[in-house]
Nanobody, 115 residues
Framework: QLQLVESGGGLVQPGGSLRLSCAASGIMFSTYVMGWYRQAPGKQRDKVALITDGGSTVYTDSVKGRFTISRDNAKKTVYLQMNSLEVEDTAVYYC?????????WGQGTQVTVSS
């Protein structure tokens, strides 16, 4: 069974940095798209960044220039480097993997940006 395990969330001051990781296990297909979504209290879950197995990336406008998504295919792990964090980035961040027509989600990791 495919599983996604996230890590790296926490509390950081505005302007600080965090790096999220998401390790996948049990993948049956060789191609898959991985990404990060986030959900703030009372709001819908929104896309943050996506990366294909070929390395193409997509970012939501609010994080362009501040966040970087990357992946290590050998480790089946996706990363989200978050710099210049803002209070508005506070949310639960979820890892998502799409493969073989199926969508899988991680359990979520809390990111809180506060002074």
């Amino acid at each position: 069974q495919l599983q996604l395990v996230e890590s790296g969330g926490g509390l950081v001051q505005p302007g600080g940095s965090l790096r999220l990781s998401c390790a996948a296990s049990g993948i049956m297909f060789s191609t898959y798209v991985m990404g990060w979504y986030r959900q703030a209290p009372g709001k819908q879950r929104d896309k943050v960044a996506l990366i294909t197995d070929g390395g193409s990336t997509v970012y939501t406008d609010s994080v362009k220039g501040r966040f970087t998504i990357s992946r290590d295919n050998a480790k089946k792990t996706v990363y989200l480097q978050m710099n210049s964090l803002e209070v508005e980035d506070t949310a639960v961040y979820y890892c998502r993997l799409v493969t073989g027509g199926y969508v899988y989600w991680g359990q979520g990791t809390q990111v809180t940006v506060s002074s």
